[in-house]
């Protein structure tokens, strides 16, 4: 069997250049606040900014969905424990949109932790939905659970109830 980068950078380089997208992909597998993932990453010096933009798409909609598909296809027909995530990076999108969302769950944790009250987080794809329930994970007597249906669904902190947090 393939190892995951390589089947990532063939499948991203295949579905690029049925874009007429000429340019290389490169790999790394990392683990990080969000969890482990494979990190493919379009390689920008041959691309010009109008790709670049376009790739990326609105508020990184194109990116996602470019994302998506990627999990979707690479892990058809694996069992969920054998289900590689990947990361799709590009002009460092992803690597700024991951400071963003630490930051917006440190403060999400902080306000839940110090008011009681919940606080909900709204316009995250369904994949930093799933990071930031891993990464809020870490916080001691905190729960998070999603509400509501795509495409309003919304990430929600709070603190953990009695039962769960004993």
Not at 58 to 82: C, K, V
């Amino acid at each position: 069997m393939e190892s995951p980068e390589k089947l990532g950078i063939e499948w991203l380089e295949t579905l690029l250049s049925h874009q007429g997208i000429a340019t290389k992909v490169e790999a790394s597998l990392a683990e990080d606040e969000f969890g482990a993932s494979c990190w493919l990453t379009i390689q920008a010096d041959d691309l010009s900014e109008e790709e670049v933009t376009t790739l990326i798409g609105d508020q990184g909609h194109s990116l996602d969905a470019i994302q998506y598909l990627a999990n979707t296809t690479l892990n058809l027909g694996r069992l969920p424990d054998e289900q590689q995530p990947y990361t799709i990076e590009l002009a460092g999108h992803r690597a700024k949109r991951k400071a963003e969302l630490i930051a917006l769950a440190t403060e999400a944790a902080d306000t839940a932790q110090s008011t009681g009250e919940e606080f909900e987080i709204k316009a995250l794809s369904s994949a930093e939905r799933r990071q930031l329930h891993h990464f809020l994970g870490t916080y001691e007597g905190l729960e998070t659970f999603s509400r509501g249906r795509e495409p309003d669904r919304r990430l929600v902190v709070r603190q953990a109830t009695d039962a769960e947090s004993t």
